[in-house]
């Protein structure tokens, strides 16, 4: 799977300054697939200077032509579409079926997306007796994680670009080989050199080399929230420009006269996607007390058709979660859910028995879940679904927005407005209204402890500008 032994540096490959390196392991059979460079503050340095240099070209750049660009990225990522998929299966674990149409297809549409926004967004606008410019931040410091790694690099590589800025990526390190990719892609695309600089590494050394930077206009973070904080406070202290993307606890509640059958379903699935392994998973499923029962037993026999496998086979739905330090933290919390008096109705902390190899969570349903509890307050990032009840509607906003994340959530009802009313009233940067299909130009981003910010479409591209105003 290894790609370049280097990383992309003002339009080049080349070897850490320190010479380290990391491994990449495959997640389903524990072995080594890969090993990128162990960047360190002095390859930070020498990618942030470039950007810096390259700036005021880009910066001054037509619009259309930054669109052309991007364009070319887009096709560039297209071409790339199989390896794409192939290589974030194999680093990542994610199963096949759905590296192909989440890991690489949606990262692709992004893309696509930007070079139309490029082109036509008002860049200048006029205002009473002013004129309003849009001017682009300048140089872009994009720390981004494991769990979604191409299509968190273009949610931010993309806007930042069609902004006019330049940057310098910090992918995680265990889903590095997908960003030299991606690299790739840049580089075919004829980005000018020093545009966009790749830098691997670990976090406390690439990433803080990164993210104090004081060549480093903006900092673009999605991860923990732990991490957000510090990011956050650094940021502040240098009053630089922050985006944060950060956890979640999403309620999923259904109304009593939702379809109750297609409601639990899709929301099982939506919980399983990826491993358990997305920020904006709706973790927390809330249900009427009359029908409480029965959702259980309808979210038990969804979870049971969630087989582990090989994530290479096409036809394996879950596959292992990144690695043996997150298996563990997922099983530490199904053990906690059960000691705190949850009831596990599909799956456990035990091992499955197949596959025996490779970092897998069975997946889990809990049951008898209440507010207090640490599994319905914290994010778990696995497999695992809590089914709380709830007595009427107002019970469930209050029971939903019981948390100190705020990143997405769905709500079901027999008819749209009926959910909407309830959608109005969470606090929460997006909901899906009876199964709302997602919308890649629609502002994602999070209230309270999910983060500051909103990535995608044309608000993810004003996270990238400043403004300007001129009076005559």
């Excluded at 650094?234 to 944060?244: S, W």
Aim: glycine share 12%; net charge negative.
């Amino acid at each position: 799977m290894q790609a370049h032994n280097g990383m992309y540096i003002d339009g080049d490959w080349r070897p850490a300054a320190g010479g380290g390196t990391i491994e990449v392991v495959n997640p389903a059979t524990e072995e080594v697939i890969g090993a990128v460079p162990a960047g360190a503050a002095e390859d930070v340095d020498a990618a942030v200077a470039a950007a810096r240099a390259a700036l005021p070209g880009w910066a001054a750049t037509e619009p259309a032509e930054r669109a052309a660009r991007i364009g070319a990225l887009r096709d560039a990522l297209a071409a790339r579409r199989e390896t794409i998929a192939a290589t974030v299966t194999a680093e990542l674990g994610a199963p096949l079926s759905f590296s192909r149409a989440v890991h690489a297809d949606l990262p692709i549409t992004v893309a696509g997306t930007y070079a139309e926004l490029a082109a036509g967004h008002p860049f200048e606008e006029k205002l009473g007796t002013s004129r309003v410019l849009h001017e682009p931040v300048g140089v872009v410091g994009a720390i981004t994680p494991w769990n979604y790694p191409l299509h968190q690099i273009v949610a931010k590589a993309a806007p930042a670009l069609a902004a006019g800025c330049t940057m310098v990526l910090k992918p995680a390190e265990d889903t590095p080989l997908v960003a030299q990719l991606f690299a790739e892609a840049v580089h075919e695309a004829g980005l000018p050199a020093g545009v966009f600089n790749l830098v691997t590494g670990l976090g406390p050394a690439a990433g803080q080399a990164l993210a104090e930077h004081e060549g480093v206009d903006m900092v673009s973070f999605t991860g923990s929230t732990a991490v957000g904080r510090r990011i956050g406070a650094v940021a502040g202290g240098a009053v630089k420009r922050v985006a944060l993307e950060l956890g979640g606890k999403s309620a999923n509640i259904v109304l009593p006269g939702a379809d109750l059958v297609k409601a639990v379903k899709i929301g099982v699935g939506n919980v399983m996607a990826n491993s358990g392994q997305t920020c904006s998973a709706w973790t927390r499923m809330l249900v009427h007390a009359d029908r409480y029962d029965e959702a259980v037993e309808i979210a038990a026999a969804a979870a049971a058709k969630y087989v582990p496998g090989d994530p290479a086979d096409p036809a394996t739905r879950l596959g292992p979660v990144v690695s043996a330090r997150q298996r563990e933290r997922v099983t530490g919390y199904i053990r906690t859910g059960i000691a705190e008096g949850a009831e596990p109705v599909a799956g456990g902390p035990d091992a499955p028995e197949e596959p025996r190899r490779g970092y897998y969570v069975r997946p889990t349903v809990f049951a008898g879940v209440t507010p207090e509890m640490t599994i319905a307050q914290e994010e778990i990032f696995g497999p695992v679904l809590c089914v709380m009840r709830y007595e009427d509607t107002e019970d469930a906003i209050r029971i939903a927005n019981d948390s100190a994340y705020g990143l997405a959530g769905a709500v079901w009802a027999g008819d749209d407005e009926e959910a909407v009313a309830v959608a109005r009233r969470l606090q929460t940067g997006q909901v899906d209204v009876n199964g709302g299909r997602f919308n890649p130009l629609a502002p994602f981003g999070g209230y309270k402890q999910s983060g500051v910010g909103r990535e995608l479409g044309p608000h993810g591209l004003s996270e990238y500008l400043q403004t300007k105003s001129l009076q005559f």
